[in-house]
């Protein structure tokens, strides 16, 4: 038989159960990640965005964003706390062009930032012009389990949609 303290003690644990489910916000977009798109060039308007996900149990641990500004096109990454020691962050932006892949770039190359190090939290490739309708264009963010640019495993990661 329960008592009315057990009772109670159960009903206080689903309440908070439920709020931290909330506060968690438990989507399958990235919405509730900073719209951020930040770039030396200025900042730029999120076209798609996605969260980064620990492989085996979902937790978001950041968000890539595919971003967009004056015809110029580039693959955000935000983690939500500052990268661990011994991993590190990328984020890479895929070019289409009539579907077939083109080209990529990382945060490394020129233009961007450099990968996310220990202790930081965001990095941005170079912005890429696109030069007509067939060029379409994907964005890749990873947590890496190394030194850069050595990945010895990667246990998160999320890309988002191919842009129309």
Same mark, same amino acid.
């Given at each position: 038989?329960?008592?009315?303290?057990?009772?109670?003690?159960?009903? %206080?644990?689903?309440a908070l159960c439920l709020a931290l489910a909330g506060v968690m916000g438990f989507s399958g977009s990235a919405s509730a990640a900073p719209p951020?798109?930040?770039?030396?060039?200025?900042?730029?308007? %999120? %076209?798609?965005?996605?969260?980064?996900?620990?492989?085996?149990?979902?937790?978001?641990?950041?968000?890539?964003?595919?971003?967009?500004?004056?015809?110029? $096109? @580039?693959?955000?990454?935000?983690?939500?706390?500052?990268?661990?020691?011994?991993?590190?962050?990328?984020?890479?932006? $895929?070019?289409?062009?009539?579907? %077939?892949?083109?080209? !990529?770039?990382?945060?490394?190359? !020129?233009?961007?930032?450099?990968?996310?190090?220990?202790?930081?939290?965001?990095?941005?490739?170079?912005?890429?012009?696109?030069?007509?309708?067939?060029?379409?264009?994907?964005?890749?963010?990873?947590?890496?389990?190394?030194?850069?640019? !050595?990945?010895?495993?990667?246990?998160?990661?999320? @890309?988002?949609?191919?842009?129309?």
């Amino acid at each position: 038989m329960l008592t009315k303290a057990t009772r109670r003690w159960g009903t %206080v644990l689903a309440a908070l159960c439920l709020a931290l489910a909330g506060v968690m916000g438990f989507s399958g977009s990235a919405s509730a990640a900073p719209p951020n798109c930040n770039h030396s060039a200025g900042p730029g308007a %999120v %076209v798609d965005a996605h969260y980064i996900d620990i492989q085996g149990n979902g937790a978001h641990i950041g968000a890539v964003q595919l971003c967009t500004q004056g015809g110029y $096109y @580039w693959a955000y990454v935000q983690f939500y706390a500052p990268m661990a020691a011994g991993n590190y962050g990328q984020a890479v932006l $895929y070019h289409y062009t009539n579907g %077939v892949r083109t080209g !990529s770039w990382n945060c490394d190359a !020129s233009g961007g930032n450099d990968h996310v190090t220990p202790g930081q939290v965001q990095c941005w490739t170079p912005r890429i012009h696109r030069g007509s309708a067939a060029d379409t264009f994907l964005a890749y963010g990873e947590d890496c389990l190394g030194t850069y640019p !050595s990945c010895g495993f990667r246990d998160s990661w999320g @890309w988002t949609h191919i842009t129309a």
